[in-house]
């Protein structure tokens, strides 16, 4: 399994602010995912962040909201714009290991935001 | 992408019961992955099961998947204290690695 290390773990900030949240792993991996959980809910997939490309966004998800860099195979950052109240959830990244199809997805430990 | 979705429960047992938690699916999957969430930390990966897998073991957990029902179970055997948490089934599709996940159960183990 990969070591996932997320950057903050925790923030509170103001409406209309921007926060960027880093995701370092510690070996090289293909496949990088961004999820959001909000408030007593299950986690929802923002999009897959793609090395040297840009991200693939799920529905109801866009860049000039949740930009995502990859700059390389260990590293990855999301960036929460212009942030409201409706924005407060945990963002957690995870990698998909192996080289298979059936590949485990391991998570990170996840940064838990507050928007006031 | 497929939809996993777990029966809602909200377990509550005595520590050394056995705890079974279902999750359903719509759509047809390449594998299903179970997760335990503690108190809105992390997800820690349990087990991954194959679509053409119909149980799998790890330690006290055991897995099931019938694909004709498009359904999963988790069971832990001998529950401690320490397994109180949410705990999540989530969906691979083929092709990608893009998961779906369930809503959830929460267990609370007692003493």
Known sequence: SAVISQKPSRDICQRGTSLTIQCQVDSQVTMMFWYRQQPGQSLTLIATANQGSEATYESGFVIDKFPISRPNLTFSTLTVSNMSPEDSSIYLCSVATGGSSYNEQFFGPGTRLTVL | ?111
């Not at chain 2, 969906?91 to 959830?104: I, P, S, V």
Request: proline letters at 2%; hydrophobic letters at 30%; charged letters at 20%.
């Open chain 2, 1 to 111: 992408s497929q939809q996993g979705e777990e029966d809602p429960q909200a377990l509550s047992i005595q520590e050394g019961e056995n705890a079974t938690m279902n999750c359903s699916y719509k759509t047809s999957i390449n594998n299903l992955q179970w997760y335990r969430q503690n108190s809105g930390r992390g997800l820690v990966h349990l087990i991954l099961i194959r679509s053409n897998e119909r149980e799998k073991h790890s330690g006290r957990l055991r897995v099931t998947l019938d694909t004709s029902k498009k359904s999963s179970s988790l069971l832990i055997t001998a529950s401690r204290a320490a397994d109180t948490a949410s705990y999540f089934c989530a969906t691979g599709g083929y092709g990608n690695n893009r998961l779906a996940f369930g809503k959830g159960n929460q267990v609370v183990v007692i003493p």
